[in-house]
């Protein structure tokens, strides 16, 4: 307590980083994995494609890609644009998946009852699908909003700051407060982009609380 009570500034500070090294590739890897789990759903046999070559994408080292990165897109090392494109690498190797099977998991008969309705094509996928998809996405993304805030941690071995670097420092100096105060930063951050996931599900999927309440 003694060390946070002095450093409760830079935690802070390094706290922020941390949430938009783990924040933004959340939502691009969102928005990119929607078209491609969408295709997945659409031709059945670009499925096993977009499942197999994710997969591959998550087994890379994190710590090579955060090396390698600067090479790819000519950035310096300590460029926060490298980590940000890794960790969008990964949230989109996790959320492909996610987003395909949420989709194929609405009913047949819900589909063909929209399109009877006059929801065709665009308007099918973004006013029925994927409002009912909501809660397999969602979970999906708490998934990788978890995984986000610990793989950026290994970004501090490369010298980009963030929480990660109270543990390499803590680590190294037998700084005991400094290394608990990271674990628990990390800790804490995840349950709040954890509880943010839960009320935005929530908010978009009204009638999951009247069927709940009704039942």
Not at 100 to 112: K, R
Not at 144 to 169: E, H, K
Request: net charge positive; with cysteine; glycine share 10%.
């Amino acid at each position: 307590m003694d060390w946070l009570a002095s450093n409760w500034r830079t935690v802070i500070d390094l706290a922020g980083q941390h949430l938009y090294l783990a924040g933004v590739p959340l939502v691009l890897g969102l928005v990119l994995s929607l078209p491609l789990g969408w295709a997945a759903k659409r031709w059945r046999g670009a499925y096993p494609a977009v499942v197999t070559t994710s997969g591959l994408l998550y087994t890379i080292p994190s710590l090579a890609l955060f090396i390698i990165m600067p090479i790819v897109l000519g950035t310096k090392i300590l460029d926060p644009v490298n980590v940000v494109v890794a960790m969008t690498i990964y949230t989109v190797a996790l959320l492909a998946r996610t987003v395909a099977d949420g989709l194929m998991s609405v009913p047949d008969h819900v589909e063909q009852a929209a399109t009877a309705m006059g929801y065709r094509g665009l308007r099918r996928l973004v006013g029925v699908e994927l409002p009912l998809a909501v809660p397999v996405i969602a979970a999906g993304l708490r998934v990788a909003a978890v995984s986000n805030v610990s793989i950026v941690s290994v970004a501090s071995l490369v010298g980009v700051p963030q929480l990660g670097s109270l543990l390499v420092d803590g680590w190294r100096r037998i700084i005991w407060g400094e290394l608990v105060t990271g674990i628990v930063a990390c800790l804490v951050l995840a349950l709040l982009l954890d509880g943010l996931i839960l009320l935005l599900a929530k908010a978009l999927t009204p009638w999951r609380r009247v069927a709940g309440g009704t039942a």
